[in-house]
């Protein structure tokens, strides 16, 4: 690779790769990014080289690994261009057909396109399918067209056009301007007004500044900056050298958490790629601006993603909060003024200065603009990845994105916000999804993560579970927190194991509201929340458990017990062979469950046939069981 | 410490000579490297770094990517982040205690196994999801949990 020396460079090496680009007839993208490789991505990867070169079709067609499309529950996903034709839970025996059929003949295989599951229709394109139909796609919808490790790709589809927009006519402060223009806000959790954390930043005296690429994604059931992170890479990187360039700092970081390997070693490479062309260093596209940055792993700790904590671990202590008496735009890292947004924040500045602050603003509520990114999970048809403008309701997220609830079930609420937000009942699905409202219902955004429970969910165990995980992952400097945590963990493992008092309630609620005032930082203010909107919005459920020693979910261990009922049971004995209580034993052809000894772990429930469904889950000491 | 290790923690630390802020890194790099941080290993690092042995210690009994005791061949991880517990995490948890013996945390006394629940690894969408050395399976059940474990015993 040669150094690019002036922005002139950069657009003769467009046109370059452009023109080059149109050599191989055809291509076949393979997301490779971590749902699909847990899906078995990586061997139909090899299992398409492996074909294309054993028939001597690498002149024609080329095969590239991509990031995250984001439609995960249909992986692997394959699209073969051109026409752009859109293969779900492609496996490695299916390549064979892909190319004798799509790729050498121009048809299509039928059974791994999408269908319609209501009118069976076939979509054959990206757009057709329902789940993508109805998003705004404007910071993933690269990521199919892009290999991550390849930065010709990103620069052929327009890549650090901004930078060198900023670079060759705009001065720091218009920078500024246009970001605060564009209403964007920190995608992180906290919903930050961006343009003006920029501000302070420039503002502050210290000639020493640093800017801090936040990809701590902690918040279970969030993975968009993943995604990004993993898939294109160089987005972030253009916006955080923007970012730079704007607050006048020349070093920067990108912290990734080391349970994101992938993330790591794209970052790394994006770095490396960028250096070697010039777009880091000393005197960038020859404009005179240095900035270089490097990548930081995270080594296990929730709470490191706290901007304080986070700057801690960089300078390689413990990732412990500080109390924020000064903001770190003027006292951050190294006690210089740091500038730290999140992944996605960071990957919306070059949309906005390609765009401009008028076409972004243009998106969204009136106070949170722009697209989001949501991670649909849970007990949802079409789990993944979802785009859309602020202000779209939970119901249009879930059932047109999502397809709804699998199964027939009935939906309960969703879960937004992560171990920091609430769990929203499914009477308020008509909310438009933005800052302040999700904040209103005792929730809140957190970093975008859409969990969607149904019926067989606890909302007990549920907020018993993100105390347990809270209580794992306090740091432990702060009374408050630390002990809150612990106390509350206690009551409710005792509500939900049947010994639940009537003062729990009280106690819980005062534990909460001396933790909302007095913990140190947002990690223990906002643990709260789960317990908090739980008992507003499903007071039935903690009076059942309280009252009743009843789970009405039938979910908690304590509250339920499993039978078998003879009339159903095939004899199979897949449930005998795989109780690690061996509680279950044979009676004549069939299989009974010893009570004395089941451990109620429920794996016989989930091993028994569809076809059978004879073990039953039923509550504990009623009639049926 | 053997003659290897120490060929390896001299190799680390030379690497992050004069960077600001570099434990961290550091002991990840040793982690990666012996799969534990045994004591000698930070007393080593002590004198050679200037930094005391109790700030070395706490730094590595916060994280939970460092280990100060020996970990087994085979890493197993089941993640319990919420999208997992939701479609059914803790049963697949609970399956895999009871197939390897051990609770998530330990080590099986062959040092062939170590099971560890961690937080989330972001592939919620496929969940639960299961890692065993470093490959992802998703949609994971006590039935693939059987199948992994059973499939790394064999190798």
Redesign the interface.
């Known amino acids: 690779m040669a150094r690019l020396t002036s922005m002139q460079d950069l657009a003769v090496l467009r046109d370059e790769i452009k023109a080059k680009k149109d050599n191989r007839a055809k291509e076949v993208a393979i997301c490779t990014g ?2 699909c ?3 078995g991505a990586a061997k139909v990867f090899t299992t398409f080289q492996a074909e294309i070169e054993s028939r001597g079709l690498q002149g024609d067609i080329r095969v590239k690994e991509t990031g995250c499309p984001g439609f ?2 249909r ?1 692997t996903i394959v699209v073969v261009s051109p026409p752009g034709v859109y293969y779900l839970g492609v496996q490695p025996s299916d390549v064979g057909e892909i190319i004798d059929q799509t790729l050498l003949s121009d048809r299509l295989v039928d059974r791994l396109l999408y269908t319609d599951p209501q009118t069976g229709q076939k979509a054959i394109r990206e757009e057709e399918i329902p789940f993508y139909r109805y998003q705004k796609r404007l910071l993933i919808k690269n990521n199919i067209k892009i290999d991550p490790k390849n930065i010709y790709d990103y620069i052929a589809q327009g890549g650090y056009q901004a930078l060198v927009r900023v670079l060759s006519g705009m001065t720091p402060q218009q920078v500024i301007d246009e970001i605060k223009r564009s209403g964007l806000r920190g995608r992180g959790g906290g919903g930050f007004p961006t343009g003006q954390k920029w501000q302070s930043t420039r503002d502050a005296a210290d000639p020493i500044k640093y800017v801090i690429v936040n990809c701590d ?7 968009m900056d ?1 995604a990004l992170m993993e898939g294109n890479p160089h987005s972030v990187l253009e916006g955080l050298i923007i970012g730079a360039y704007a607050v006048g700092a020349h070093s920067g970081f990108i912290y990734v958490r ?4 992938l993330a790591v070693e794209n970052a790394r490479h994006a770095l490396h790629q960028a250096r070697e062309l010039g777009l880091l260093g000393e005197n960038i596209l020859g404009s005179g601006f240095d900035f270089d940055a490097s990548v ?7 709470v490191s993603g706290e901007s304080t904590a986070l700057m801690n ?7 412990e909060p500080r109390p924020k008496y000064l903001h770190t735009s003027e006292c951050g890292v ?1 006690n210089r003024p740091s500038l730290l947004n999140n992944v996605e924040t960071w990957a919306n500045v070059p949309l906005i200065i390609n765009c401009g602050s008028d076409w972004f603003s243009s998106r969204g509520t009136e106070r949170s603009k722009g697209t989001k990114i949501f ?5 949802v048809n079409n ?3 979802v785009e859309v403008p602020m202000g779209m309701s939970l119901a249009d997220i879930i059932y047109k994105i999502g397809g709804g609830i699998p199964e027939g079930k009935k939906l309960k609420g969703v ?1 937004t916000g ?1 171990p920091s937000g609430g769990i929203i009942p499914a009477r308020h699905l008509e909310t438009p999804v933005d800052f302040e409202e999700l904040t209103r219902l005792g929730s809140m955004m957190g970093s975008g ?1 859409i ?1 969607v ?1 149904d019926e067989d ?1 606890c909302a007990v165990d ?1 907020a018993r ?2 105390v347990d ?1 809270l209580c ?2 306090s ?1 432990g400097k702060c009374l408050p927190c630390r002990e809150g945590l612990k106390r509350m963990r206690e009551i409710l493992d005792g509500i939900v194991s049947g010994r639940g008092e009537e003062s729990d309630l009280q106690l819980l609620r005062e534990i909460a509201s001396l933790m909302k005032d007095a913990s140190l930082c947002a990690l223990g203010r906002t643990a709260v929340n789960p317990v908090l909107s739980t008992m507003t919005y499903f007071p039935e459920e903690y009076a059942a458990h309280i009252m009743e020693k009843r789970c009405p979910s039938l979910s908690c261990k304590a509250l339920v017990s499993y039978c078998i009922q003879p009339e159903l049971c095939v004899g199979c004995k897949l449930c005998l062979k ?1 109780c ?2 061996g509680a279950i034993a044979e009676e004549g052809d069939i299989c009974v469950i010893d009570q004395s000894r089941c ?1 109620r ?3 016989c429930f ?2 028994c046939p569809p076809k059978a469904r004879a073990v039953k889950k039923a509550s504990r000491g009623s009639k049926q069981a | 410490m053997e003659a290897a290790d120490r060929k390896k923690l001299d190799e680390i630390i030379n690497k992050y000579r004069g960077e ?6 550091l ?2 790099d040793l982690q990666n490297e012996l799969h534990w941080i045994p004591k000698e290993a930070i007393k080593e690092l002590s004198l050679r770094t200037g930094i005391p042995v109790s700030r070395i210690f ?2 590595a009994s ?5 280990s100060l005791s020996p970990v087994g061949r085979h890493k197993v991880s089941v993640c ?4 997992c ?4 995490a803790q ?1 697949l948890l ?2 895999t205690e ?2 390897l013996g051990i609770k998530a945390g330990q080590t099986t006394r062959d040092l062939n196994f170590t099971l560890n629940r ?10 639960p ?1 299961m890692v065993a050395d ?1 490959t ?4 994971a ?3 693939t949990a ?1 199948k992994i474990l059973k499939q790394i015993a064999a190798d």
């Open positions: 971590t749902g490789l847990g899906l995960c529950q992986g994604e902690g918040d279970p059931g969030a993975f993943r080391m349970e994101y390997p930081h792993r995270g080594a296990g700790a929730f671990a960089l300078e390689g202590k413990v990732g190294w991670s649909l999970v849970g007990k789990t993944g990845l879960q992560g993560s969990i429970i969910t549920l579970y993100f995980f794992d992952e740091c795989n690690p209580q451990s772990c429920g794996i989930d091993l | 600001e802020g570099f434990l961290i890194q002991l990840l706490r730094v916060f994280y939970k990517a460092m319990m982040g919420t999208a517990q939701v479609r059914g049963r609970d399956a009871s197939r961690v937080n989330c690894l972001g592939c919620c969408a496929i969940g999801v470093d992802y399976h998703g949609r059940d006590a039935s059987e």
